[in-house]
């Protein structure tokens, strides 16, 4: 008499939803050019709120001022919000006495390619 088979068991994955972090939506903050700051100005500025390294604040201070804009940091709204904000109460640029206040920024969604 052959020996019976017993069936191997069967493992069925369990799938749980993931309760982890949700993303929400980007959203670019866009410095916008205007004739009463200096690259000094923007260097510092992006320095100092977004602590970035001098060349790559250099290389926005340069695009701002031939295209009209940069982007200076992609987040979710709230940050973004917040970012733009800081921006717009920076202050005036000591370094011109024509600079009456802070620069200017807007918060467009991610893969936006105009400014509302």
Do not use: N, W
């Not at 940091?73 to 370094?95: H, K, L, M, N, V």
């Amino acid at each position: 008499m052959p020996a019976a088979v017993t069936p191997a068991p069967t493992i069925t994955p369990s799938f749980e939803i993931d309760q982890g972090e949700h993303h929400g939506r980007l959203f670019h903050v866009v410095l916008l050019d205007d004739d009463e700051h200096t690259y000094d100005y923007v260097v510092e500025m992006l320095q100092k709120l977004f602590l970035l390294p001098k060349d790559v604040a250099f290389q926005h201070a340069v695009e701002v001022d031939m295209t009209g804009r940069t982007i200076v940091i992609t987040c979710e709204q709230p940050e973004a919000e917040f970012a733009r904000d800081q921006i717009q109460s920076y202050g005036a640029d000591p370094r011109m006495p024509q600079s009456k206040g802070s620069m200017s920024a807007v918060v467009i969604p991610a893969g936006d390619t105009t400014l509302a």
